[in-house]
């Protein structure tokens, strides 16, 4: 249809507005093909959309009225054109066709699975475990319902999905022992493999529970820089944890975590829930036999550990305490008892800032009422079996050179040390730069390699953790003396701070009973986390990216039901649900 385009600049005279009728296309395609026709000589400006209401009313306010438009269903593809003159305006439509057709095309020789149907979905991919979802809000959560009633997982791309919606879908998801992420949830990510908006990071033993798309995926990557990994991220959608929700999916998603032997630490993101939900998420989470470390953007001003959960104000911090926790989990040191000495945490330092830092942050973090320096000359922090002491002090140098130019002393009280069986945590710092020993870290490699192979041997489950102040620059080499710490089986971590409250993470655990072990997890979340299996319903960029990294996925080509008719969609609804 063309018509006079009175309200358009004087050079632009033509208003043509094609339908094509049952033409469904994702709001992708759509926006390729608008820009497309937009860009082309002589054409003003160009608008591809499906024909639901809302859109109509869009294009009628926007300049693109047209008789046709009132026929035009939600199954319908509504083209309009605003060019200078008639033949730009066939030019333009000949070209949406050839779009479409080479669209199609490419579909049809892609080696990606499709299929029609949720049905023929399921016969060509019998074991998915997931359906991401990505249709128009208002067909979602019908679609989701019956994703749900097929035993899979769904990942609730899609957005406008209403509250009651939300509630009533992810009660049923509780109740067949699945998972329902979203409405409006745009990143997760199951045994390394990313979903919707995620990004590829390294496998690792960090679990993620976000309430917040673009600040799950801040927390993942910042953990990839910081040299750990990821285990798996489930996304909740930005309301699971309101008052009307209560935290479903995320009270599902921690316990999972805490389940998989995969994960180590879990960090839940969100933003601010509300009040009643986080105690009763906190009460959970304390419960948990893995650490758990919130950021609420907004949140309360609460920093800090509090009995099994950490509490931070910033992204970054969570990823680097959730890093800080990878391994606090499993260490489960032998107790004292029959007259053998309390297990503690001893720390061997080099430099007498750094062993000033450790003891603050230790002595902070383990609630000990000490003062520094009460104790025996170069002892730093004493407080029974805990002790950080600096053997660069006057009384350990006379006569002998400082321990940062000598590592001898220091390798000599590694030994003894680890062989007490008074020692559960052994902290350590290593100093680069001019001035130091050629080696530092090769020099106490070998007495830490052999007292933990002794302790190993005599049953006692015993930890070394290291920080190396120094850079790439340095004669000594920064990654070769990481390395040698590392292949030696001390956790070395980015800075003394962070060393210091590793080792404060695992010290707390000493005399402390060992969690009960978590329950499974229902079979579908357990087999999602062995690795998704998707049906994906909508978006086809979302199936490309997963068949890219061969992940199991089978494209449905979905449409609106009943032609996009509304209240006949509404009528087939009800007699399924029979």
């Known amino acids: 249809m063309s018509a ?13 507005v094609v339908v094509q009728k049952n033409h469904y296309q994702d709001s992708v395609a759509l926006m390729v093909l608008s820009r497309a026709l937009s860009d082309l000589p002589g054409v ?26 009132a026929a035009a269903t939600p199954a319908d593809l509504v083209i309009g054109i605003v060019a200078e003159d008639a033949e730009v305006c066939r030019d333009a439509v000949s070209r949406a066709d050839e779009l479409l057709a080479a669209q199609a095309s490419a579909a049809s020789g892609s080696s990606m699975r499709r299929a029609h149907s949720l049905v023929r979905a399921r016969t060509a991919l019998p074991d998915a475990n997931l359906a991401l979802v990505s249709v128009p809000g208002a067909y979602a959560a019908a679609e989701a319902r019956h994703l749900l009633d097929a035993g899979l997982n769904v990942m609730l791309f899609s957005d406008n999905v209403t509250l009651a919606d939300e509630v009533d879908l992810k009660t049923r998801a509780g109740e067949a022992g699945l ?42 990557t910042q953990v990839d820089r910081l040299g750990a990994g990821i285990s798996h991220a489930i996304g909740l959608g930005g309301r699971d944890l309101s ?119 230790i002595r902070d973090a383990l609630d ?3 003062p520094l320096g009460a104790g025996d000359p170069g002892v730093v922090l004493s407080a029974g079996p805990h002790r950080i002491i600096d053997l660069g002090d006057d009384v350990f140098t006379q006569g ?20 007490d069986p008074a020692t559960a945590v052994l902290l350590l710092d290593v100093v680069l730069g001019h001035g130091s020993a050629a080696d530092p870290a090769g020099a106490i490699a070998g007495p830490i390699r052999e007292g933990l192979e002794k302790a190993r041997a005599e049953g006692r489950q015993v930890r ?21 710490l590392t292949e030696a089986g001390a956790r070395v971590l980015p800075s003394n701070a962070a060393a210091a409250r590793h080792a404060a993470a695992l010290a707390a655990r000493i005399g402390q009973p060992a969690p009960a072990s978590p329950s499974p997890a229902p079979a579908g979340i357990a087999g999602l986390l062995a690795g998704p299996k998707v049906i994906n319903v909508g978006l086809a960029g979302f199936a490309e990216e997963l068949a890219g990294l061969h992940v199991p996925v089978v494209q449905w080509s979905w449409a609106p039901p009943a032609g996009g008719d509304a209240r006949l969609a509404r009528i087939v609804e009800r007699l399924l649900a029979r």
């Open 400 to 419: 002998r050179p400082h321990p940062m130019i000598d590592p001898a002393l220091r390798a000599e009280k590694i030994v003894t040390t680890l062989a």
């Open 368 to 370: 000990l009422d000490v």
């Open 243 to 361: 008052d009307q929700v209560g935290g479903r999916t995320a009270t599902q998603a921690l316990a999972a975590l805490d389940a998989d032997p995969a994960t180590d630490v879990i960090v839940l993101v969100s933003k601010p829930p509300a009040p009643a939900v986080r105690a009763r998420i906190d009460t959970l989470a304390q419960g948990l036999s893995k650490p758990v470390v919130t950021m609420f953007v907004d949140g309360p001003r609460d920093a800090g550990r509090h009995g099994n959960v950490t509490a931070t104000t910033t992204l970054a911090e969570a990823a680097a305490r959730a890093v800080e926790l990878v391994g606090v989990s499993s260490f489960t040191p032998s107790p004292g008892g029959d007259g053998a000495p309390a297990a503690g945490l001893i720390g061997l330092y080099t430099g007498g800032t750094l062993a000033d830092e450790a003891a603050v942050i």
């Open 464 to 484: 070394v953790v290291a920080s190396v102040c120094g850079t790439a620059r340095d004669e000594q080499g920064l990654t070769e003396q990481v390395a040698a």
């Open 44 to 69: 003003d400006r160009a608008s591809a959309m499906m024909g639901t209401p809302a859109n109509k009313g869009i294009l009628t306010d926007t300049g693109f009225e047209a008789p046709e438009l």
């Open 179 to 220: 998972l329902v992420m979203g409405p409006d949830c745009g990143t997760s990510a199951f045994n390394g493999v990313p979903l919707a908006f995620a990004n590829l990071c390294t496998a690792g033993s960090v679990g993620v529970v976000g309430a917040s798309g673009t600040g799950t995926q801040e927390v993942m």
């Open 4 to 16: 006079p385009a009175g309200s358009f600049p004087q050079e632009v005279v033509l208003l043509t």
